[in-house]
């Protein structure tokens, strides 16, 4: 079994920041692939940050310059950096993750975190 848990979620100010971090945990013998989704009220969840492999990185548009995902293999731990927040970044933030459970298997299974709220207000 694989859990995924996210944290750091909360309440902060515009222009503030926050880290959240997710924690990959269970039989895993390999991440190939650590992703950040958000999803606000009314809409659908979507990519804002990934890495990928061996470290290459995606963003969303709306994120670049302000936010950034980092990993730590040893914790097997994905990070995303929150930086100059605005009202338009609160949601649910979600990770996933994309794990090798087999020694004996190549394929990658895909897991989800139960999300952290994030809300930036005044």
């Known amino acids: 079994q694989v859990q995924v848990v996210e944290s750091g979620g909360g309440l902060v100010q515009p222009g503030g920041s926050l880290r959240l971090s997710c924690a990959a945990s269970?039989?895993?013998?390999?991440?190939?692939?650590m992703g950040w989704y958000r999803q606000a009220p009314g809409k659908q969840r979507e990519l804002i940050a990934a890495?990928?492999?061996?470290?290459?990185?995606n963003y969303a548009e709306s994120v670049k310059g302000r936010f950034t995902i980092s990993r730590d293999n040893a914790k097997k731990t994905s990070y995303l950096q929150m930086n100059s927040l605005k009202p338009e970044d609160t949601a649910v933030y979600y990770c996933?993750?994309?794990?090798?459970?087999?020694?004996?298997?190549?394929?990658?299974?895909?897991?989800w975190g139960q999300g952290t709220q994030v809300t930036v207000s005044s």
């Open positions: 269970g039989s895993i013998i390999s991440i190939n692939y």
């Open positions: 996933n993750v994309d794990v090798q459970v087999s020694p004996s298997s190549s394929t990658f299974f895909r897991y």
């Open positions: 890495l990928i492999g061996g470290g290459r990185t």
